[in-house]
């Protein structure tokens, strides 16, 4: 049997500037992030990045030499196995093998915290 490998994160030197320019010290790890906020169904969204300070509960790590770096397990189907952050023409952009997830992530999007799990009502499903 096969072992599972991990999701694996390149991050280029200026990428990691940028990011640890973004950072302080609270917010350690770097998320993967499938964003449906305002999409509608949650199969509907765009792969993004956040700062973290903490795992969330239902996070796995993602091999990143640059950066520790995490990923919802339920949302890592939505990105490659092998995924790229790069920082070009003022933003960051996400990609892969395949090509771009996200080609124009701006820099405010790291210190969003739109991400973090709120404790709400059960939901019904989507409106999908």
Known sequence: MKEEENMKLTVTETALEKIQALQDETHRYLVLFYDTVGIGCKVNGIPTVRLAE????????VESEAIPALIDQQQEVFFAEEVKLDFSNNVFRLS??????NALIPQTHLTQTDFIEKKTEASRGDSC
């Open 54 to 61: 903490e795992p969330r509960a239902h996070d796995i790590d």
């Open 96 to 101: 892969s093998k395949e090509g771009y997830l």
